[in-house]
């Protein structure tokens, strides 16, 4: 089987949203892993923090795979967030996936075949390459237009210090020229067998050419000897991405759209074995991501069983759960156990605990999130909403922020006040408050058997005589 590995340029969109964490740009540890108090977005939780800046130097090293470690504790104590912290640190090559337990049972695949995927999205192949390459000095490009302004045709002349050649350009290339805006005086790599141009930079002899400079200019030497030129270049990807590209009855769109369907375990067996023969040609490596698990209680104890043998497979990522469970019921069976996870499970997974927060950590970290959505707050704001902080969730009080700030706007302030977050603490309910009304008004909703009792006093009445 012949088994391809051309990447896929990744659609990257420019939106970027205020999500739940997007305050946190890594770990905030110092050069020797050690936390600081308040550093990349990231406040206290220094013994977790601490943990994980050494599962981070594991993975960096890349020597460990299938191990897994479990981050435990309760509710809104940045356990997501110190996931979210260690994939930033994490570098351009390691993959990392993020799934909810949940999930696995909402995808339109098996559970098994869901994992499986994840599994394998967050291993990485380093693939070395030997490309041929054009290299050189663009001398003059001259496009000729034809009279209906349709196909394209042109002359591209381009040097090295020793020799100077012309290039015929098709439409294709012309336009690839005109997106890159190269022009005279560039240093241009074609990469012969995609086309693909990239501009290196500008050639020093034209570094007085102020019109052509922009801020960003780099000015590099013009290439000496052949334009024609072979390097080895390296491309990441990862062993998912090899699977889609390879399933024929996928193909390149599936990585685009997302549904990539079910994959056949031969197609697997195929690539893992031509895989494990490029590393021995030593044509490829293999670089152990992380996959993370969020909410991993959620899973079933087939899940369970499927995890612990993935962590025994040759190829295995670093899997690194969380938890919010004590001592729970496994899913899918009646016996209990800590974090409702299975015993195997857990004997072989290292253990970071979270701790609740002090209240001069949750200011803070509001602090830092009315910073992210750009919301002034008063001090007397900040110290309402620490203290509702402490009494509810860090991520109840940081959902007021914005709303406290509709109601800012509302009345034609910039900034937050008091009395704002005063009134969308009594608009929006946290979960204590809702709970308790749901008690105190149970009749009004419907029950676990479908019941519900639209006319509460007739209700009221019929319990009497009962
Ligand atoms: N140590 C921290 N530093 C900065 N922000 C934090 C920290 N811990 C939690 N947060 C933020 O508080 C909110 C709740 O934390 P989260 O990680 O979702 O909690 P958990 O996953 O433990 O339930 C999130 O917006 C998160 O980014
Ligand atoms: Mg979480």
Redesign the pocket.
């Given at each position: 089987m012949n088994v391809s590995t051309t990447s896929v340029e990744s659609l990257s969109s420019d939106l970027s949203l205020i999500s739940?964490?997007s305050?946190?740009s890594g770990l905030g540890l110092d050069d020797n892993l050690q936390p600081r108090a308040n550093s990349q977005?990231?406040?206290?939780?220094l013994k977790a923090?601490r943990a994980a800046g050494i599962i981070l130097k594991m993975i960096q090293q890349g020597k460990i795979a299938g191990r897994a470690a479990l981050i435990a504790?309760?509710?809104?104590?940045?356990?997501?967030?110190?996931a979210?912290g260690l994939s930033q640190s994490l570098g351009d090559d390691v993959p990392f996936t993020s799934i909810a337990g949940s999930e696995i049972f909402s995808l339109e695949l098996s559970k098994t075949e869901a994992l499986t995927q994840a599994f394998r999205k967050s291993i990485g192949i380093k693939i070395k390459e030997e490309t041929e390459l054009i290299e050189g000095e663009v001398v003059e490009i001259q496009i000729d237009r034809s009279v209906t302004g349709g196909h394209k045709q042109g002359k591209l002349t381009i040097k090295t210090t020793d020799m100077e050649t012309i290039y015929e350009l098709g439409n294709k290339m012309i336009e690839s020229l005109q997106r890159e805006k190269i022009i005279a005086g560039d240093i241009i790599s074609i990469d012969k067998a995609s086309g693909k141009i990239s501009k290196l930079g500008r050639s020093f002899t034209r570094a007085r050419d102020y019109d052509a400079m922009g801020p960003e200019t780099k000015f590099v030497q013009c290439p000496e000897g052949e334009l024609q030129v072979r390097k080895e270049v390296v491309h990441t990807v990862s062993l998912h991405e090899i699977d889609v590209i390879n399933s024929r009855s996928q193909g390149f769109l599936a990585l685009f759209s997302g549904d990539t369907g079910e994959i056949r375990a031969e197609v697997r067996d195929q690539i893992n074995t031509k895989v494990a023969e490029w590393k021995e040609e030593g044509k490829a490596e293999i670089c152990p991501g992380v996959l993370f698990i969020?909410e991993v209680h959620m899973l079933d104890i087939e899940c369970f069983s499927y995890l612990n043998r993935a962590l025994e497979d040759e190829f295995s990522p670093i899997v690194i759960m969380?938890t919010?469970r004590g001592i729970s019921k496994i899913r899918g069976t009646s016996y209990k156990s800590p974090h409702g996870l299975p015993m195997d499970l857990l004997d072989r997974s290292i253990i970071i605990r979270?701790e609740c927060?002090s209240s001069l950590?949750i200011q803070q970290?509001l602090s830092?999130?009315s910073k992210e959505e750009e919301v002034d707050l008063t001090e007397d704001a900040l110290a309402l909403l620490t203290k509702i902080g402490t009494e509810t969730s860090?991520?109840y009080a940081?959902n007021l922020i914005s709303v406290s700030n509709q109601i800012a706007i509302k009345r034609r302030s910039n900034t937050v006040g008091i009395e704002d977050i005063k009134k969308s603490y009594i608009l929006f309910l946290d979960s204590d408050r809702s709970v308790q009304f749901l008690e105190d008004n149970r009749l009004q909703y419907i029950d676990d058997q479908g019941n519900v009792n639209l006319n509460v006093d007739v209700v009221a009445d019929k319990m009497d005589t009962d």
């Open positions: 739940a964490h305050h946190i977005g990231m406040v206290g939780q923090r504790g309760p509710p809104s104590t940045g356990k997501t967030a110190i979210m969020d969380a919010n979270t927060y950590d970290i830092i999130r860090i991520r940081s």
